[in-house]
Nanobody, 125 residues
Framework: QVQLVESGGGLVQAGGSLRLSCTASGRTLSNYAMGWFRQAPGNKREFVATISRSADFTLYSSSVKTRFTISRDNAKNTVYLQMNSLKPEDTAVYYC??????????????????WGQGTQVTVSS
């Protein structure tokens, strides 16, 4: 079992930045591909970014590519999501998730077995 805890969310003005963190306990994070998803009220949970176990592969949704950066520090059992140039449409609850699948391209919610509780990001216009 992996327990995931997100932090770093908050209220920010449009154009601002936030860095989300996701810290794991229970098992070492290096065993998992990691992903970030988000869910706005009334919407389905959507893929934001993923990073492979050794950080040699990353993938982003088209809506955040060039603005967001996913990274990981396996020694700290932590994954990050640096969010720059934030827009009001980025407002959502952000979730980190861990996948034990061997392929690198893991973009579906069903690809992930473990989820954090989420952290709220609100971008004001």
């Amino acid at each position: 079992q992996v327990q995931l805890v997100e932090s770093g969310g908050g209220l920010v003005q449009a154009g601002g930045s936030l860095r989300l963190s996701c810290t794991a306990s229970g098992r070492t994070l290096s065993n998992y591909a990691m992903g970030w998803f988000r869910q706005a009220p009334g919407n389905k949970r959507e893929f934001v970014a993923t990073i492979s176990r050794s950080a040699d592969f990353t993938l982003y949704s088209s809506s955040v590519k060039t603005r967001f950066t996913i990274s990981r520090d396996n020694a700290k059992n932590t994954v990050y999501l640096q969010m720059n140039s934030l827009k009001p449409e980025d407002t959502a609850v952000y979730y980190c998730a861990a996948s034990s699948l061997s392929r690198a391209r893991v973009t579906l919610t069903s690809d992930y077995a473990y989820w954090g509780q989420g952290t709220q990001v609100t971008v004001s216009s």
